[in-house]
């Protein structure tokens, strides 16, 4: 999750409009063979391609699942964010206040309606792990959001379409070796750690088993890095890219969330510790989730401007945050941002101004082959063009 709607610059709130001021090609036999969640989405586009091979699909490989634990989802959300601009002001223009549904299950209801009206194929559905003490025990007191895995399970396979499940798993938690396992077993192939929200290091070496298992696994990991500004920060330091070193050494397939990205205001800058990662490690990805958005435009520009990031960005879209078409104007042109910002289907919005800057659909086909594949992904070969 990342930035807060009053600090992009939001021009215009309404339910029509949010705006800011701002890889290659998969054959038919490798749609048959993963009978896993996103074997289906991908046996689907090619039923849709008539027996044709058929291009990887367009895949968002980051999206929210959330919810405040109405109508018994599990989920939790602290005070400090349920009261704030941002959480309100996304509530009110997706409409989930509405008599009759609980806001947990309306939230489910407009992700499914905007993700089968948006032109991807599929999307990774993320959930949130607690915060854990030294003992491994949830400590809620510091825990600001919740997304239970068994609630990402639960929505996924309602909607096993569209949608595959992306759990958390801190490591720090006691049974982090044994949830990683039922993850799996319930055909997850990737999940999320918030190290700055969840308050653990990465680079910690009494997580090298729990890495070396993932890698075993095919598990891709997908790990914040870069500022946040959507929710309370345990400790900044702990998104710095750096710290996925260690994990990658133990032979993970990293996706960094964000790609060390940030504000302009944000110190340190952390673009450059990605950078220099990507040149050694060929399982590190970056996400360009939130990179839309009036706040990353310094810093999505410096990506695009390095052809060696371009080829490892993979789409997200970080929704429910709507980009900022209007705030790249400079970059593809008035007339092409004006028309974009009025696009009301916020995941469609993202993966059409993303494509305007050149990346879109490439890092959408990109990113379902690194979840089908895992670590057998050769970056070199992965344009997607």
Known sequence: MQPSIASNSILKISRRNLLAAGLGWLGVAALEADAGPLGRILRSRGRRCSGEAAPAPL???????????????????????????????????????????TLDAKYEQELTRQLDASGL?????????????????????????????????????????????????????????????????????LFKIHPPTQGVDVADRKHGRFFRRCAELDMAVLVHTGHEHSAPVIDRHLAGPRRLEFALDQGCTIVACHAGTGWPTDSPDQLPEFLALLRRYTRLWGDTAVLGTAGRVRDFTRLLDEPLARDRLLHGSDFPFPAAPLAFADRIGNEAAERLAGERNWLKLDLELKEALGIGHASARRASQVVQRGQRVDPRTSSGR
């Not at 405040?68 to 997706?94: D, H, K, P, Y």
């Not at 792990?129 to 997304?147: C, I, L, N, Q």
């Not at 639960?154 to 039922?182: F, G, Q, W, Y």
């Open 59 to 101: 895949f968002d490989i980051h999206v929210h699942l959330f919810g405040v634990g109405e109508g018994g989802t599990g989920c939790r959300m602290a005070r400090s964010i349920t009261t704030g601009l941002q959480f309100n002001g996304l509530v009110w223009a997706l409409g989930l206040r509405q008599p009759g549904v």
């Open 121 to 189: 194929d599929g999307a990774a559905i993320l959930g949130q792990d607690a915060v854990y003490d030294h003992r491994g025990r949830p400590d809620w007191e510091r825990t600001s959001f919740y997304v239970p895995n068994d609630y990402v399970f639960a929505v996924t396979t309602r909607h096993a379409e569209k949608m595959i499940p992306c759990p958390s798993i801190n490591p720090d938690r006691a049974d982090a070796l044994d949830e990683l396992a039922r993850c799996h077993e319930h055909g997850a192939r």
